[in-house]
């Protein structure tokens, strides 16, 4: 079974360029995750999608950043203009539908981003 | 708003130590933690601890879930220098899917 396809792996570009990132989850994971973990710290959502509908982006920085996932399976996450706090590891997840048990995600190997 | 804590931060041991990492959480209706270990690249799956399992064991590594403490541990025995990584912590509520992560521990493992 294919994982979570994400590209760029790497990414360095100036303050207030604009950068984006594209993932693939895993076949059938009708839900997608985008998170942002900045070095030291644990993983932050930043925008959940069901299908093509969004769940949470309660944490998105909606100012800068965007995110879509039209058909319901690949996705992009956008930054526009980026700030040097934005360097971080981009992790795109997905999971399958919900189960009575629960169930867990799984991680692409992530975008890096350096903003300089 | 849900809220996961994990102690201790760094933890530096010598192989063949055992280790202990702690994760606490406070969520509205619980539904299932986490376990994630973290190298250089993404987060791969240990455990998952639910109110119908609250043990499990994986060769050196186990964890146990404390639903009445709200906390849970992940256990590590005759630790290895391949041991050396970040483990994150997650719980997840049984309202939505998302998965709100602690900050990890970052073990490292000397020879």
């Known amino acids: 079974e294919a994982g979570v396809a994400q590209s760029p792996r790497y990414k360095i570009i100036e303050k207030r360029q604009s950068v984006a990132f594209w993932c693939n989850p895993i076949?059938?994971?009708?839900?997608l995750y985008w998170y942002q973990q900045i070095l030291g710290q644990g993983p932050k959502l930043l925008i959940q999608?069901?299908?093509?509908?969004?769940?949470?982006d309660s944490q998105l920085p909606k100012d800068r950043f965007s995110a879509e996932r039209l058909k319901g399976v690949d996705s992009t996450l956008k930054i526009q203009p980026a700030k040097l706090e934005d360097s971080a590891v981009y992790l795109c997840?997905?999971?399958?539908?919900?189960?009575?048990?629960?169930?867990?995600?799984?991680f692409g190997e992530g975008s890096w981003l350096t903003v300089v | 708003e849900d809220k996961v804590v994990q102690s201790p931060l760094s933890l530096v041991v010598h192989e063949g130590d055992t280790v202990t990492l702690n994760c606490s959480y406070e969520v509205t209706n619980f539904r299932s933690l986490l376990w994630y270990k973290q190298e250089k690249k993404a987060p791969t799956f240990l455990f998952m601890l639910?109110?119908?399992?609250i043990e499990k064991k994986s060769g050196r590594l186990s964890s146990i879930l404390d639903k009445k403490e709200l906390s849970s541990i992940l256990n590590i025995t005759a630790t290895q220098t391949g041991d050396s990584a970040i483990y994150l912590c997650?719980?997840?509520?049984?309202?939505?899917?998302?998965?709100?992560f602690g900050p990890g521990t970052r073990l490292s493992v000397l020879p």
């Open positions: 997840a997905s999971s399958s539908p919900i189960e009575v048990s629960g169930n867990t995600i799984y």
């Open positions: 997650a719980v997840r509520d049984n309202y939505g899917q998302n998965f709100v």
């Open positions: 999608f069901q299908n093509n509908g969004v769940v949470d």
């Open positions: 639910t109110s119908s399992g």
């Open positions: 076949s059938g994971h009708a839900t």
